[in-house]
């Protein structure tokens, strides 16, 4: 079972950034599409960005132009850079594989808690 280690979270003020990071394990993780989800307080789990293991990257429209996702296979690990923070993107972030049917997962990290305040 892949495990998972996200962190980099904290407090930030609006305008500000924050590098999430999150480890993997397991030898597929090179070939897997990684992406990053986050739950607010009170609402469902959301996508928020993937990458392919050849470096696409797709975002959900929110966060584009201020958030970048990147991996690094080497070490098992990927990240999500995000500027421009808002109070809207305060929320648990958690990474996992990316699918279609990734909102069926029973599988996810402890996750790494980002608050903006406005």
């Known amino acids: 079972q892949v495990q998972l280690v996200e962190s980099g979270g904290g407090l930030v003020q609006a305008g500000g950034s924050l590098r999430l990071s999150c480890a993997a394990s397991g030898s597929a993780f090179s070939i897997a599409t990684m992406a990053w989800y986050r739950q607010a307080q009170g609402k469902q789990r959301e996508f928020v960005a993937f990458?392919?293991?050849?470096?696409?990257?797709m975002y959900v429209d929110s966060v584009k132009g201020r958030f970048t996702i990147s991996r690094d296979n080497a070490d098992n690990t990927v990240y999500l850079q995000m500027n421009n923070l808002k109070a809207e993107d305060t929320a648990v972030y958690y990474c996992n594989v990316w699918s279609t049917n990734w909102s069926s997962y029973k599988n996810w990290g402890q996750g790494t808690l980002v608050t903006v305040s406005s």
């Open positions: 990458i392919t293991s050849g470096g696409k990257t």
